[in-house]
Structures are given as structure tokens and as C-alpha cells.
């Protein structure tokens, strides 16, 4: 890669929903530019090059992964084919954009940043709503000790496949499906991000639908004392919402894990409402960061780490033994 380049061109390896939001997203940045896609079938990849407009079109992951075209690759395909996708993007010396969670467990993971590193390319999971203006203002208010000591966490993030749906691959267990993986990813690294990772014990609940877990709740206990409360579903409806508890007030998130609303409410009286909307649809920050990490040469993101990425993964390794839920991956 030329050391003029000042923006990253960016391949997609997928066409669904989430490739979508990418698309859309990449053209409100200015250090990136999407200039392929690619898909099993031709088909997928003329349609998704059609709206886009997007000049190179593959269809097979293998001929993006050894062209010139593209800097790096974003990963938007389901989660059990990650790992597959993001070694053939590394190993043709591609940097890796991949969607969450990165991988299905921490044997896959340390196989990944392993291959990053072989590669000396950067890999990055696609932890979106850690870099939105809402997730940075609220680690500002709690360094700040506004909210005193954070004692609770709180965070749901449950939707419901409709009957029609029941096909899904995020319902399969060959593809890693479940709420856990899916969105329970969120509370996990929300409540990590307020408390630390000093957790001294995890209980877990989960109700299993075929194999996946369709409703996930988790305790974690702190060192300090503190407890946070996250729950997941994917046949369940709740209100995508959380709290941070603090000894001097505290905050309300709706949509929790990426808020564009911050509602503060102090134990002296005082409230206050903060409003902090994306840029775009929410995926421009990580865009944005990932290039410039690739621009500045690094080779692991400073925000989310690897560290970060194999903890939570181990987390939910554990999570998955107390609710006796295995995937293929796991032999």
C-alpha cells in the first residue's frame, strides 16, 4: 500500500442487512471508500454493486482477497463463517474490518489475531458502539464523578424473529446463532466498558430454542461490589434500554449500547437530558477510527483491542458452559 494513500479502499464480504448499513455509512466518511463487494453468488454482488455503485464486483471471496483493489475487507457475513472469511482476507495481506462477535470462541479468536499478526495486519472487530459520540460522552460523565461510584448496570437488548423467520441463520446452531453471540455481545462489552473488568462471578440463565440460546439473562459480580444485569433474546421483545447506577444519581440509555439520548437524574434533584446523535447511522466512528489505524500504521486497535475482543469472547465461553450451550466450532 502506497504511503500517499489517504483514504482506505474498503471490499465488503457480504450483501446483507448489516453490508447495507455499511455501504450507506462509508460514504459519510472522508479517510474511506468502498470500491468492491463480494458474494457466493453473481447475482448478489451485481445487485449490491448496482446500488452502491461500486466498480468490482466478485464472486468468490477468494478472488477479492487476492486482488489489488482493496486495502481492506469488512466482514459482513454470519458469524460461523468469520473466522474463514477474515483468514483469507489476512493471509492475502488484507486488513480485517469484521463484524460481531468476531468470532465464536476463544479458540477461533486467538487463531485470528494470531493470523493478524503473522500477516502484520491490522484486525479489528466491528465494535461499533463503542466509538459513538453517546458511548464517549457517557465515559466522560462517569470520569468525571458526577454519578459518584458506579455500583449497576443494566442493559437489554432483546427483539423477536417473526414465525417466517424461524429460518434464520442467527437461530441455527452450526452458525453460531443465539442471543448471546448475536446481541448479548452488547451488554457484555457495555458493562465492561462502565465497571472494569474485575468480575469475581457470572451466573447465567438462558431459555434454548432449537439448539440457541432465545433468551439469555447474566449476572456479573464485581471486586468493588458492583453488579450489572444484561439480558439477550431473539424470540422475546424488551425494551432496548439500560441504566448506569452511581452513589450519586443516575444515567438513563435508551438503546442502551449506542445512545443518541443521555437522561441524568442526581440524587439531589438535579436532571439533565443529553442529546448526542451519530453522524450518520451509527457506523461512521469505526470507519473512521479502523482507516486511521491503518493510516497510522498500527496494527491493533488502541480503543478496541484484542484484549478486549478475547475477553469478552472468553466471558461468553463461560456463559455458554452454565447454560450448557455448545456449537461445532467448540471441538
Not at 487476492?66 to 466482514?75: G, P, R
Not at 472494569?196 to 447474566?218: M, P, R, S, W
Request: hydrophobic content about 40%; overall charge negative.
Amino acid at each position: 500500500m502506497s504511503g500517499n494513500i489517504k483514504k482506505i479502499r474498503f471490499g465488503i464480504v457480504g450483501t446483507g442487512t448489516i453490508a447495507h448499513r455499511f455501504a450507506n455509512a462509508i460514504k459519510n466518511v472522508e479517510n474511506a471508500e468502498l470500491v468492491a463487494v463480494a458474494s457466493r453468488t453473481k447475482e448478489n454482488a451485481q445487485k449490491f454493486g448496482d446500488e452502491f455503485n461500486i466498480k468490482n464486483r466478485f464472486y468468490s471471496y477468494k478472488d477479492m482477497a487476492e486482488s489489488d483493489t482493496i486495502d481492506a475487507a469488512y466482514i459482513a457475513v454470519p458469524h460461523s463463517e468469520h473466522i474463514n472469511a477474515s483468514l483469507l482476507m489476512m493471509n492475502n495481506k488484507k486488513h480485517v474490518l469484521c463484524e460481531k462477535p468476531m468470532c465464536i470462541n476463544t479458540k477461533e479468536a486467538v487463531e485470528m489475531f494470531n493470523c493478524a499478526k503473522e500477516n502484520d495486519v491490522l484486525l479489528m472487530e466491528a465494535m461499533w458502539a463503542r466509538l459513538v459520540p453517546g458511548t464517549l460522552k457517557m465515559l466522560e460523565i462517569i470520569a468525571s464523578g458526577k454519578l459518584g461510584d458506579i455500583l449497576g448496570v443494566e442493559g437489554k437488548f432483546c427483539y423477536a424473529f417473526d414465525e417466517d423467520e424461524l429460518d434464520h441463520h442467527a437461530l441455527k446452531n452450526t452458525n453460531g446463532g443465539g442471543s448471546l453471540l448475536d446481541v448479548g455481545v452488547y451488554g457484555l462489552n457495555f458493562a465492561s466498558w462502565y465497571l472494569g473488568k474485575d468480575v469475581v462471578e457470572i451466573n447465567a440463565q438462558a431459555n434454548l430454542f432449537n439448539d440457541v440460546d432465545a433468551h439469555t439473562c447474566v449476572l456479573l459480580k464485581y471486586k468493588s461490589g458492583a453488579i450489572a444485569d444484561v439480558s439477550s433474546a431473539v424470540l422475546l421483545r424488551k425494551p432496548n434500554e439500560g441504566y448506569i447506577y452511581g452513589t450519586k444519581g443516575y444515567a438513563y440509555l435508551p438503546r442502551f449500547y449506542a445512545p443518541q439520548e443521555i437522561k441524568l437524574q442526581l440524587n439531589n434533584g438535579e436532571s439533565e437530558i443529553i442529546s448526542t446523535p451519530y453522524k450518520g447511522n451509527g457506523f461512521e466512528e469505526q470507519i473512521t477510527h479502523f482507516s486511521n489505524c491503518v493510516l497510522k500504521g498500527l496494527k491493533e486497535s488502541p480503543i478496541i483491542n484484542h484484549e478486549q475482543t478475547l475477553y469478552i469472547t472468553k466471558q461468553m465461553d463461560e456463559i455458554r458452559k452454565i447454560i450448557n450451550l455448545e456449537y461445532p466450532q467448540d471441538d
